[in-house]
């Protein structure tokens, strides 16, 4: 998720797009490329799919927050 400096939310890939925007230069330009609807569909359906699947990415180590050594993640883990 991300919060802009005016309060408003991003979630999934409107998020990424948002931190690319506020990187700006060419990362501006990329991010801008999600207004179109077409690849703002496609970028959803890719965000949610790596989502649900960002376990079998561990091997390249990329490992999931919630499964790292000693973070607490569950509700009763508070």
Do not use: K, Q
Request: net charge positive; charged share 25%.
């Amino acid at each position: 998720m991300a919060i802009d400096r005016d309060g408003h939310t991003y979630a999934g890939a409107a998020a990424i797009n948002r931190a690319l925007r506020e990187i700006g230069g060419r990362w501006a330009l990329l991010a801008g490329v999600y207004a179109i609807p077409g690849v703002r569909w496609c970028e959803d359906v890719g965000y949610r799919w790596f989502a649900r699947h960002r376990g079998c990415f561990s091997r390249w180590g990329l490992t999931p927050w919630c499964e790292r050594p000693g973070v607490r993640c569950g509700p009763d883990e508070a």
